[in-house]
C-alpha cells in the first residue's frame, strides 16, 4: 500500500546544561520505550533533566514530521533518594527506575483525583488526595528506610542493603 507511513521512534535524554544525548532512533514504539527504561536505571549516575520519545514520519518536510509522545523530567527519589526518579507530566505519572526500588505515583485509574503511590519491595500502597500528600507519603517511608539502616543519604549499593535491613526488622515484629 501506497499510503502506508513509515514512522521512526527516537529517544533521548537532556544532560543538566542542556546537552541532548540521542539513545537511537526505533522501528517501533516499545522498542524505543525498552531502551530508555533500561537507560534510565543509570541515571543516577548523570546529571539528567529530562527524557523524550517522539515519533517521526518518514518524508515529511518540517514540523508536522514529529510529535511527542512523552516527556519526562527526572527528580531525586522520595524513598531512595537516588535520582533516578521520572516524572511524566502530562499524564501524572512517575516511577523509580532505580535499582531495587520502583517507587511510584500515579493518579488513580478508578477514582479519579485520587493519587495513588507505592514501594513494591515492601507491598506499600497508600491513596493521597493529592500529589503533594503522595509524596510526602513516600518521604516519610524513605525516612524510616533511613532511618533502620542508620544513614543520612542512600549510596549506590544502599538502597539494597537497606531493603534487607528492613525485611529482617518486618521477620523479627511480626514473631
Ligand atoms: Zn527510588
Redesign the pocket.
Known sequence: MADDVQRVYVASVVEEGGNSLALGCFSSEETAWQVLRTFLKKSDQMLLISSTVVVWDIDVIGEDGVNVLSTMECKD??????R??WMDLENFSAL?H?NA???WVEESTLEPGIIDCGWPPVRFLKQAKDIDEAFSELFKLGDKMKAISQVDTLGENE?QEMLEEFEKQVALDSN
Open positions: 527519589c522520595p524513598v531512595c533518594g537516588r533516578t526518579f523509580c532505580g526500588c520502583a517507587a538502597p
